[in-house]
């Protein structure tokens, strides 16, 4: 049954509220059991939340991390009692008013900490951003990826819950940055390196330049590597390869918005793709072995999969339903 024009306008003030509170207050353990009800109490709630937040749809691994990081602020800070807390702002229904009023409390938050800086990113699905923190240190953003930046006086530290993000790091040896993950912690004081961690188990750290340390979770050995290193964890798996220029390249194409492939095997290959584009795209066991490979366009989800029916696996069929799911199969046994 369809929601009432009444009851929409409703969800959508309660998700813009919701969203008013992640981005301003710290959250207790009843906070997000009620958080945890308005999610389940109606499928649209999320959608809702997500394109107000500009969250990924991982929203149950970001959200823990966001309110844990206001947890640690607020206990560092508990002895500034001179600045009274802010009322709760009432924002309005249209997502671009709710981000712009979600920048403004940011100012008033943290008007006169020129030492202190704390920040989330978030990019929605199909989108690329580029930031540049306080510091000067520049950040490119992959689709659906979620930054938490707490800048002080002796340390930077970015937690990235989930995604994709290039960091050309400003120079400050007194202050180490620090990029921790769910899968491990990367340690730097000036450099430029590629993370990728889309899961609490996986972690990909690749060096364009400079010298770069991690520490991948489980493990007390920190690795270093340098430019051209990569370094991937899987399932408590720890692999260091090296990259040749052009493999190098390859792997940062997402920055143009394109993805390279070489011998990749299919299920992998709709994953990267899902991802950008927060589709469900799904082969079946027989067509996900298979490997493909060339440079394609993220944007282009179509273009890459009517290139897999035509040429680059022609003995493929590409099935869409309505609700913007994609079946790959094999034309013969599946």
């Given amino acids: ?44 709630h999320r959608a809702l939340l997500s394109s107000f937040c500009q969250f990924s749809a991982d929203l149950e691994q970001q959200l823990p991390l966001l309110a844990g990081i206001r947890d640690e602020w607020a206990e560092v800070n508990t ?27 940011a100012v008033i938050l943290w008007q006169g900490r020129p030492q202190n800086h704390f920040q989330n990113i978030t990019t929605p699905v199909a989108h690329r951003q580029e930031v540049t923190l306080a510091d000067g240190t520049q950040i490119d953003l992959n689709a659906q990826t979620a930054l938490v930046v707490d800048l002080t006086a002796e340390a930077r530290r ?35 390196f590629n993370v990728r961690s889309e899961a609490a188990t996986s972690l990909e750290v690749t060096v364009l330049e400079g010298t770069v340390q991690v520490r991948p979770g489980g493990t007390a050995a920190m690795r270093s590597l340098e430019a051209g290193n990569r370094l991937t964890r899987e399932n408590n798996q720890v692999n260091l390869v090296i990259l040749s220029p052009d493999q190098l ?31 469900n795209l799904t082969a079946t066991d027989s067509a996900a072995q298979q490997r ?36 790959v199969e094999s034309k013969g046994k599946n």
Avoid: C
């Fill in 1 to 44: 049954m369809k929601s009432s024009p009444q009851n929409s306008l409703l969800a959508e003030e309660q998700a813009s509220l919701w969203a008013a509170r992640l981005d301003g207050s710290v959250f207790s353990a009843a906070d997000r059991l009620a958080l945890d009800a308005w999610l389940e109490a109606d499928p649209t």
């Fill in 249 to 279: 390249g390859n792997a940062l194409a997402w920055r143009r918005g394109q993805i390279f492939f070489v011998g990749t095997p299919l299920r992998e290959a709709l994953a990267r793709f899902a991802r950008y584009h927060g589709r």
């Fill in 79 to 105: 002895a500034a009692k001179s600045a009274q807390p802010l009322p709760w702002l009432r924002w309005p229904i249209l997502a671009g008013a709710a981000l712009m009023a979600a920048a403004v409390l």
């Fill in 158 to 192: 970015v937690r990235l819950a989930g995604g994709e993000a290039f960091f050309h790091v400003s120079k400050d040896p007194a202050r180490p940055f620090f990029v921790e993950t769910p899968a491990g912690t990367i340690r730097v004081t000036g450099t430029q």
């Fill in 292 to 327: 493909v490979g060339g440079l394609y366009s993220l944007d282009d989800l179509d273009g890459f999969l009517t290139s897999l029916e035509e040429g680059a696996l022609p003995d493929v069929r590409v099935t869409r339903g309505l609700d913007g799911a994609v079946q």
